[in-house]
């Protein structure tokens, strides 16, 4: 299977790999086949039949998703034939199906209401009682199952069996009966069941996490990654207002294809609790940013150099342990150091570190810290607290006499920073494997606040006027990677929405 | 092994190696099996018998409900499969299967009162030049009358 | 007057052919000893060929040529005996397990033997519980005589049969589903290609023939191609076994020469023409899932062609007759009901429309429909036939077209003076 061949979709010539299937052949040409059935990171099913083409010098339509291209082939996905079968097949397909569209958590999102708006007659034919079947069955604290909705494509049954290693849905009875199943007592238990919901291309398996929250066209989706581990699953944040409603794993064949784990999917509640900080404190008081600044900067002129010890978060973006470098540069800061929150790893996606840039913390010079710190006297402590995870010994927090920290809660502190989370700000992490990710902003959580990097950038400013640090990400990013070699070459543009690897990984921080 | 007779569990061990894979043998097993388990497959024997293979406990719940001869409910002492398809309709299946509600008091897939069978109407059991026909466990009974029908399941009580 | 020539069935009347001894008595395991000893495995195949042998399953293909696609692979390959005998109106393969079973055993070695495998199922619908006994019987005799299993007949060529039983599932008599069946999943056909002749059971090359066409091996082995092929007619050579069904005085199994003879002889000679002496109405001549033939079709010659050229098919060699007073409605009714019962549900149009199509038949039944849903009923037909995994779409779409379309005026007397349902 090397090299291209030629074939033609719906007249237009083009060149595709060898060994493609029709569907994927036809994006090439700029067709979109529809398909429900069929996934590319799942065995071939063939079951949904929507999919039929017609092949020149074939009789019968043919399923795209199980044919190979071959060269000189040439076939339609969109003539007469094809349509006239399509919409057989779609109302086929609804002839037993609720329509129970205005309740229904998958409308909006659903291919049953894409398709039969493209490819429908828009009206139905069929004049019986619907097949009863059951309805609102709980698979457990993650999955909703109605089987009525099923068009038995059998997507999750493969998932479970095919990638996640935990054949836990099946298919009982046959004909228009059939419906899914559950092994044991009817509950799933894989770590990974929840894909299965986006995997569901109708509303039969829904999130109990997510359902009924908010209709999808209300809200505004974000591309961008899951923070729980050092993988960076690609995900979508989808929000509505500065709150965050659910994420969603994005497909990245180098990461995560297009799956993620139910712990990072389901895990961005910290991100909406009202118990959050959202101004500075300083002595335990609220306090304007610009107060609380001027503040840090007299504590740290206070110290200088050797007397502070510097903590960083490996939640913090490259760009804003880069701003917090540079002021640790002007300071004269050798001690710095970040927290490494370890945990369990799996085979497919879960990393035993369990936060996102541990890697982009050491290629910035930040050592992980001691197992034993040193009972080394500081005058001042920088500490941007982990989101979660791990946090300094009391008595190394104890041991400084002042305290600068970044915090999501407010703690006992000199001067106390809210942070941000993840998907309030754009900037990069070093994934697992060295690539280089972005963060991209989706809500503003309260007016007030100000992310880490502006707050750093600000506060380096004090001390040294012509810092000239602020600015976008890409901005940031492009000061970071002219000044670090492990990340030269990178930009912004570059990393995409898809990421890039590190050329430079691998070398010693 | 899951409470299954040692006899049963030696047969189907036999059967094992008949195959290159185990699972193979689940449709011959099964029948060993429903029948040592009074003729269904409870969500015990579903498990026990799941256990035995190594397969998830769904898979041999799929089975049990895509195959006919596998029942998923509890069962009279015999199983009687009328034949309903279209050689035994045009010669009088129709009307068995009336007389059968009437003089026994059950449908498809019903049990008699006293249990002593469950009766089914069956699609197309084989016996087409002989029709109409019945299967009552495995025994057949073939160009079916009232008269012969009343004499077999009259036997059954 | 129409005569059997009795090959297959020539000694199914004599309750000695089913053990070893009274099989060789009469000839038996002498073709797979002239195969083993002097042949090679391509010969034989070559010898099929020859023969004209078509499948007798239903699809009518040549059985030579499906054992040509199998790879000269050294990798295990198998052979598969359906037996899953499920066709309505169809129950010849169970005269040769139940009354000469050393004969499909004999077939099955020859096959193996051609084809290179090293094992052979016999995949028996679990409704066929004599059958399983006899084959089992036959095949325990055959072992102990050193026929099945290690260095057959001193030959160094070595293969295992065993009996498989099925659990009530028409379309595990679809070649796919069989294998699927037979490694232990519910009985799902698979997508082709793969054909099984490269990719069957467990991945490996296998080879699905039914019953009477490896009986048909047997004989061909024995007798020679050029016997086989003399008899019958081209396209349609050797013996076939046919069961007539339904309204005839004298339902049976029935093996024939085709192309002798014409489907109206046929019913009257041997069939002996309806017990009522009413006229016949329709004839299924090939199961229930070919087209059904009228009264005024039924003057074609007897043969896979003539019978193709009439519009129908002979199918798994299954006649069912009914006469005028049968509805045509009821006939279809009956027909779509099995076909809505047995379909699988994989595919879309089949599990949706089997059920669909049953529906708008009993509203015909029960006089609830309109003349609109005549119109709408083959609409639907054309939306599932052609359009799915395996036949079992078309296993209903052409006989209940053919229905409505042949018996029109009785459809349309049922919906008359309705718009629609």
């Known amino acids: 299977m090397s090299g291209t061949v030629n074939i033609t979709v719906d007249g237009k010539q083009v060149a595709v790999p060898a060994g493609t299937n029709l569907i994927e052949a036809a994006r090439h040409a700029g067709k979109s086949v529809p398909h429900y059935c069929y996934h590319p990171r799942l065995t071939v099913a063939g079951n949904c039949r929507i999919c039929l083409v017609e092949i020149q010098g074939q009789g019968k339509l043919q399923i795209a998703c199980n044919t190979k291209v071959t060269e000189g082939m040439s076939y339609f996905t969109d003539n007469e034939r094809v349509r006239k079968a399509r919409e057989g097949v779609m109302e086929l397909l609804l002839i037993n199906h609720p329509l129970d569209c205005p309740i229904c958590d998958q409308a909006g999102e659903c291919k049953l209401q894409e398709y039969a708006v493209e490819h429908g007659s828009g009206v139905t034919r069929f004049a019986f009682e619907k097949v009863s079947k059951p309805k609102n069955v709980s698979w457990g604290d993650r999955v909703v199952f109605d089987s009525e909705r099923c068009i038995l494509c059998t997507r999750c049954v493969r998932f479970l069996d095919e990638i996640a290693g935990t054949p836990e849905v099946g298919v009982d009875l046959r004909g228009e009966k059939a419906t899914l199943i559950v092994k044991g007592d009817g509950q799933l238990t894989s770590p990974y069941q929840m894909n299965i919901i986006d995997l569901c291309p109708v509303g039969a398996l829904t999130s109990r996490d997510f359902r009924f929250k908010s209709r999808v066209w209300f809200m505004h989706f974000t591309d961008t990654l899951c923070t729980s581990c050092a993988r960076g699953c690609n995900t979508v944040v989808g929000s509505r207002g500065d709150r965050v409603l659910r994420m969603v794993p994005r497909t990245n064949p180098d990461v995560n294809d297009s799956w993620m784990c139910d712990f990072g999917r389901l895990h961005y509640g910290f991100a909406n609790d009202p118990e959050r900080l959202t101004t500075p404190r300083v002595a335990g008081k609220g306090a304007p940013y610009a107060v609380a600044i001027s503040r840090a900067k007299a504590i740290l002129e206070g110290a200088r150099g050797q007397g502070i010890l510097a903590v960083a978060s490996p939640f913090m973006t490259n760009e804003e342990l880069f701003a917090l470098k540079g002021i640790l540069d002007h300071l004269g800061v050798e001690d710095r150091y970040f927290l490494k929150p370890m945990g369990e790893g799996d085979q497919l996606l879960v990393h035993p570190e369990k936060c996102p840039n541990a890697r982009g913390a050491s290629l910035l010079g930040f050592l992980e810290a001691p197992a034993e710190w040193a009972s080394k006297e500081y005058g001042v402590l920088l500490y941007v607290v982990p989101r979660e995870g791990t946090d300094l010994p009391e008595e190394v927090l104890k041991r400084a006499k002042r305290r600068i920290l970044f915090s999501l809660k407010d703690r006992e502190a000199d001067v106390c920073f809210p942070l941000t989370t993840w998907i309030e700000k754009d900037g990069t992490v070093v994934s697992a494997g060295d690539r280089l990710q972005r963060l991209t902003k989706g809500i503003t959580f309260e007016s007030t606040l100000v992310t880490e990097r502006t707050v750093l950038d600000r506060l380096h400013a004090a001390f040294d006027a012509g810092s000239g640090s602020e600015g976008t990400a890409a901005q940031a990013l492009a000061r970071l990677a002219a000044a670090v070699p492990a990340f030269q070459g990178a930009t912004w543009q570059r990393i995409g929405p898809m990421g890039m690897k590190l050329k430079a990984a691998g070398a010693p921080a | ?157 | 007057m129409i005569g059997e020539t009795r090959v297959m069935l020539e000694h199914a009347a004599d309750p000695a052919q089913r053990t070893l001894a009274g099989y060789r008595r009469n000839g038996g395991y002498q073709a797979l000893a002239k195969a083993l000893r002097e042949m090679k495995p391509e010969e034989v195949t070559e010898e099929v060929l020859k023969s004209g042998l078509r499948g007798r399953g239903g699809a009518g293909f040549p059985t030579g040529r499906k054992w040509k696609f199998v790879p000269k692979t050294t990798k295990q390959k198998y052979i598969c005996v359906n037996a899953d005998e499920s066709e309505p109106g169809t129950c010849k393969d169970r005269q040769i397990m139940e009354n000469d079973p050393h004969q499909l055993i004999e077939g099955t070695l020859i096959a193996a033997y051609a084809i290179g495998a090293g094992t052979g199922y016999i995949y028996v619908r679990g409704e066929y519980p004599h059958s399983i006994r006899a084959l089992e019987d036959a095949l325990e005799e055959a072992r102990g005589a050193g026929l099945v299993g290690r260095d057959i007949l001193g030959s160094g060529f070595s293969c295992d049969i065993w009996v498989h039983s099925g659990a009530g599932a028409y379309i595990c008599g679809e070649e796919t589903a069989l294998l699927t069946s037979l490694e232990g999943n519910r009985g799902y056909p698979r997508l082709r290609p793969p054909f099984p002749a490269v990719e069957g059971l467990w991945k490996c090359p296998t080879v699905v023939n039914n019953v009477e066409t490896l009986a048909c091996v047997t004989h061909i082995l024995r007798r020679g191609a050029a016997w086989f092929s003399s008899l019958g007619c081209e396209g349609s050579t050797g013996t076939r076994l046919f069961c007539i069904s339904g309204h005839v005085r004298n339902p049976g199994v029935y093996e024939l020469e085709c192309g002798k003879f014409t489907l109206r002889e046929l019913l009257m000679d041997l069939g002996g023409g309806t017990p009522s002496g009413r006229p016949i109405k329709g004839v299924l001549p090939g199961g229930s899932s070919m087209p059904v033939l009228t009264a005024a079709e039924l003057d074609v010659r007897f043969d896979l062609d003539s019978i193709a050229k009439a519009g129908s098919s002979l199918g798994s060699g299954a006649i069912m007759v009914f006469d005028e007073s049968v509805s045509a409605v009821d006939v279809a009714l009956n027909i779509s009901q099995f076909y809505s019962h047995e379909s699988c549900g994989q595919c879309t149009p089949c599990r949706e429309g089997s059920d669909w199509v049953r529906l708008m038949l009993d509203a015909v039944r029960r006089r609830d429909a309109g003349e609109k849903d005549l119109a709408l009923l083959l609409d639907v037909l054309d939306r599932i036939e052609g359009n799915t995994i395996c036949a079992l779409a078309e296993a209903f779409c052409w006989p209940v077209r053919s229905f409505v379309k042949k018996f029109g005026a009785e459809f349309e007397a049922h919906v008359a003076g309705r718009a629609s349902a």
Request: charged share 25%; hydrophobic share 40%; proline share 4%.
């Open chain 2, 1 to 157: 092994m899951a409470d299954f007779s040692p006899e049963l569990v030696a047969t189907i061990q036999d059967l094992w190696k008949r195959y290159p894979e185990r699972k193979a043998a689940l449709l011959p097993a099964m029948h060993l099996i429903q029948k040592e388990r009074g003729g269904w497959f409870s969500p015990e024997t579903i498990r026990d018998t799941a256990e035995l293979f190594q397969v998830p406990d769904i898979h041999v719940q799929g089975i049990v409900g895509f195959y006919d001869m596998f029942h998923a409910e509890p069962v009279g002492r015999h199983v009687v499969r009328l034949c309903k398809t279209l050689s035994c309709k045009l010669r009088g299946a129709d009307e068995l299967r009336a007389h059968v509600k009437s003089a026994y008091g059950v449908d498809h897939g019903q049990t008699t009162a006293d249990g002593a069978f469950t009766f089914r109407c069956f699609e197309c059991l084989g016996h087409c030049t002989t029709a109409p026909m019945m299967l009552v466990d495995e025994e057949r009974h073939e160009n079916l009358t009232v008269e012969k029908l009343d004499r077999v399941l009259g036997g059954l009580r």
